[in-house]
């Protein structure tokens, strides 16, 4: 057969192997058929490049019509004749998403124009074949990004299909010299990341491969003279690396592409790799910044000789700055998660912890590592659990009814051995691997799972929130597969961590880079190896990602005195005066220390808590006279100094509580008065107040009977009881607002709420009710507003009384003191998820000592409540220092706006001291 027409694309060989070899042509518009179904466009093959047609030529050709791997081609070609040049053609208008996957098939060989924006969403290939993919409206995302797996996801990744255009070069060579996208060619000044705008795309469009089965036959346009050149616009610049603002602490996860000592293809396969790819992941690394990071794709050497060797480029130019968790082989795979931290920032808890003991994580899945830090400026503690689940890759993947098997829904081979790690893992940590006790624990890692998979559904359904989709939501992404968005990479935390974090970024410093800027140097022309710049971009193939954390300090026991993390006890003679302390570790003291005497009766000891965040607890006086509060700042049984609070000399305004209403960290004030019934907090802020008024409760009658984060929000809340009818109310507050008020069951009016404590160590503070005529307890074991009420044994002698409530062995869980009234015997129910185990402490025989501070309710012969304390204006036995007391600052500046119009301005210390309370120091337990 013999056509004629216009070259529009002009691809000769070159004598490199899978050469395009020919042109394609098109027939004038004067000549098109006018049918929009059918192409005016060819193929023309001829290898032997005879005569040198160029673009814009008309050309008469003689050869057969064939198929060659789906494109329409003229072969055996016998004549080529150039009737003229400087021709042209209209090329047809195109624009994606396309109706079905056969329409570009009427512009096959065809000039065609796009009309639109098109944004770049896949490079993969780009320094292989020199092929970029583009996509309208935005880049793409994977389908379980968005949607649950089966129908759903399905339904989007047939719409991205039909939402995909290849951008190719002239030629099919493998690994070019030359990289023409963005125009003119790809350089260092003129480069291109993920999300980058393409407008003016035109071109040939051809149904062909790449040049070899990895770039397979698919539509594609090739560059023509014909039409304009593309223009690329950045939309998506670099960034420095980010900071979370509010954090104290940040935790990084990193997979960082096998990092390897080794020099093998698992790896860098030269020593110059080897340099490339360490001072990119270096300089990533550095410029991060984080705390603690996971890492992701470490060799598993027996010495860990790849992680130390990390650390130790890390700490090059500042000796000590990292230090690793060595934990040696972990598994049987070729890598390993790992763990590094600044020793400055934070301490490792305990020893590291490994699930390698069951399936799949001793089959086939990489086994997790947990180890528990604790941060060095505040004693908060948490617990970093790094994972890689098994990968969707198809190499091994099971057929037929395997439930391994690619089940089609999007999810990719091995998703049952992946939900099964989650399930394992989620059974581990509940197990508190670490032996920490502490609930405050971040899953991070590779779960190579995106975030509507099953695997993710498990670990939230087992009470761990995605922290990405909390505060990016679906724009989130960390890494590129197919043309397609999304992350794998997650940092997954528990409810009482969530309320900690105040942010989560990506570092696109991978995902958005095309891989011919990596560190290798294997198939890559010296044109292409030139590209390396050592800096953090394109590292790897996975994005860091960075949590930033503001840890409430550690709840210190009330009280701890000497900072051990176990509660001490304090005695006042309710007779003399004299004050002592016993330090405690469990049921023996381990020292004794007798305070300044305060004969005056009216100063009480209202209670012990941290005020100057030192981590040892302080002691908070009251005198009942005139309203004014001191507090002692202890080291042990040394007190370090006394400071003078606001005075408060009408004696109806009651504190009747303290905490952190609005989890800013310092502590709160809260006022009721038992007159009118108003109920006030005073917002502590380095001694700056803000008022807020609650809702009164005009009835007197009802008392607040605890304070105490009971639903582990890390806000305070309210339990209420009236003191004639019995009934039971609770207010859960957030940031000092009523968010629930409920109604709890009546206990009999015998039973008195004595205090509240963390008794099964869930971090929701329970309550702890005694009948005052049989000696019966039971706890309520709260949920917020829901309850589970334990028994506990019955003490029929009323002598003995419930003296305090503080976690004297350091587990966690509140302990409960008893103490003899009668004859000075004293004793513990060491509690462990309310489960109580006795042991006897020193007995004291003169029953004046009472043990004070120690967060129970006191309660008179005729049952109603009062403040749990005991019973100079030289600051109650401590002679001030001009140090210590200054002027008071203006009125408007510590009691502006004032509800309470009887309160007065006494002496103030202008200093942390008072607002960096982190635990409760008055009569009741509080949070």
């Known amino acids: 057969m013999t056509i004629e027409g216009v070259v529009v694309g002009d691809y000769p060989g070159n004598d490199i192997d899978n050469d395009i070899d020919g042109f394609y042509m098109q027939e004038e518009d004067d000549d098109a058929d006018a049918n929009p179904a059918t192409s005016e466009g060819i193929f023309v093959y001829l290898p032997s490049n005879t005569p040198n047609v160029t673009e814009r030529d008309r050309v008469r050709v003689t050869g057969t019509a064939t198929e060659f791997q789906n494109q329409t081609q003229i072969g055996s070609v016998t004549q080529v004749q150039i009737c003229s040049s400087d021709n042209t053609v209209t090329p047809a208008t195109v624009s994606l998403p396309v109706a079905d996957s056969t329409f570009l098939e009427r512009y096959e060989g065809m000039l065609v124009q796009f009309n639109q924006v098109l944004y770049v969403t896949e490079y993969f290939q780009y320094d292989r074949f020199g092929e970029v993919v583009l996509s309208s409206g935005d880049r793409l995302f994977q389908p379980t990004h968005l949607a649950e797996p089966g129908a759903p996801a399905n339904a989007i990744q047939t719409s991205n299909d039909l939402n995909r255009i290849i951008i190719d070069d002239r030629e099919n060579d493998q690994n070019p010299e030359t990289l023409f996208f963005p125009p003119p060619a790809f350089a260092l000044n003129n480069t291109f990341r993920g999300g980058d705008m393409v407008t003016n795309l035109g071109g040939v469009l051809v149904f062909s491969w790449g040049g070899n089965s990895a770039s397979p036959n698919a539509y594609r346009v090739r560059p023509s003279t014909l039409v304009p050149e593309l223009d690329v616009e950045s939309a998506n610049p670099r960034e420095a690396a980010p900071t979370i603002p509010g954090s104290t602490l940040t935790v990084a996860s990193f997979n960082v592409l096998n990092y390897f000592t080794t020099l093998d293809e698992r790896g860098a396969e030269t020593p110059l790799e080897f340099e490339r790819q360490t001072t990119k992941i270096i300089t990533a690394l550095l410029q991060l910044d984080a705390d603690v990071v996971g890492l992701i794709e470490i060799e598993n050497h027996p010495a860990d000789e790849a992680l130390d060797d990390l650390v130790s480029r890390l700490n090059a130019n500042t000796p000590g700055l990292y230090a690793a968790i060595n934990t040696g082989v972990i598994g049987s795979d070729e890598i390993k998660v790992a763990l590094i931290y600044k020793p400055a920032s934070v301490t490792p808890v305990g020893s590291p912890a490994v699930l390698d003991n069951v399936d799949p994580f001793n089959r086939n899945t990489r086994p997790p590592l947990a180890q528990t830090f604790e941060q060095n400026s505040n004693g908060a503690q948490f617990t970093v659990v790094v994972n890689h689940f098994k990968s969707k890759s198809s190499t091994g993947c099971p057929t037929g009814s395997d439930p391994n098997a690619n089940a089609g829904d999007g999810q990719g081979c091995w998703n049952e051995d992946r939900v099964l790690a989650a399930t394992e893992l989620l059974a581990w940590l509940a197990t508190d691997p670490t032996g920490s006790g502490d609930t405050d624990i971040l899953i991070i890692g590779d779960l190579n799972a995106y975030a509507m998979e099953d695997p993710i559904d498990v670990l ?51 995902a958005d880079e095309p891989d011919v800027l990596d560190y ?3 198939f890559k022309p010296q044109s292409q190896i030139d590209l390396y710049e050592p800096n953090a971009f394109r590292s790897s193939d996975h994005d860091p990602l960075l949590v930033g954390l503001n840890l409430l300090p550690v709840e210190v026991p009330v009280p701890d005195f000497d900072g051990d993390g176990k509660g001490d006890i304090l005695w006042r003679n309710t007779s003399d005066g004299i004050n002592d302390i016993w330090l405690m570790d469990g049921a023996t003291t381990t020292a004794f220390g007798r305070l300044i005497p305060i004969p005056a009766l009216d100063r009480k000891v209202f209670g012990a808590g941290d005020f100057n965040a030192d981590g040892k607890a302080d002691i908070f006086w009251r005198n009942m006279s005139n309203g004014a509060n001191v507090i002692w700042a202890m080291d042990g049984t040394t007190i370090v100094e006394a400071r003078a609070l606001i005075s408060v000399p009408n004696l109806n305004q009651v504190i009747v509580g303290t905490g952190d209403f609005n989890r800013d960290g310092n502590i709160d004030i809260l006022w009721r008065n038992q007159n009118t019934g108003s109920n006030t907090l005073w917002l502590l802020d380095d001694l700056r107040r803000t008022s807020v008024v609650l809702p009164a409760r005009t009835d007197t009658r009802q008392e607040v009977v605890a304070v105490a984060d009971f639903d582990g929000d890390e806000d305070a809340d309210m339990l209420w009881r009236n003191r004639n009818t019995g009934a039971v109310s609770i207010w859960l507050l957030e940031n000092n607002t009523i968010v629930t008020e409920s109604s709890l069951p009546i206990p009999s009016l015998d039973f008195a709420a004595v205090g509240a404590g963390d008794f099964d160590g869930d971090g929701k503070f329970d309550v702890l009710w005694r009948n005052q005529a049989t000696g019966q307890s039971y706890l309520w074991l709260m949920d917020g507003a829901s309850r589970t009420r334990v028994n506990l044994p019955t003490l029929p002698n009323l002598a003995n009384k419930v003296a305090g409530l503080n976690d004297i062995d350091g587990d966690g869980d509140t302990d409960i003191l008893w103490r003899n009234t009668v004859g000075g015997a004293n004793f513990v129910w060491f509690m462990d998820n309310a489960i109580r185990t006795g042991a006897d402490l020193l007995a004291r025989g003169d029953t004046a000592f009472q043990m004070v501070g120690m967060n129970v309710n006191n309660y008179d012969d005729s049952g109603d409540i009062g403040p749990a304390f005991a019973g100079d204006d030289d600051i109650w036995g401590i002679e001030p220092s001009a140090t210590l007391v200054a002027e008071a600052p203006a009125i408007d500046e510590v009691l502006s706006e004032a509800p309470l119009a009887d309160m007065v301005e006494g002496p103030v210390i202008v200093d942390e001291l008072l607002v960096q309370t982190q635990r409760v120091f008055l009569p009741i337990v509080m949070r």
């Open 460 to 510: 939230k359904a087992g009470g761990y929130t995605d922290l990405l989709n909390f505060f990016k939501g679906a724009d989130a992404y960390s890494f590129l597969f197919g043309g397609q968005f999304g992350y794998l990479d997650y940092a997954m935390g528990t409810s009482s961590i969530v309320s900690q974090v105040v942010g989560v970024e990506e570092w696109h410093i991978n």
């Open 520 to 522: 290798n140097t294997n």
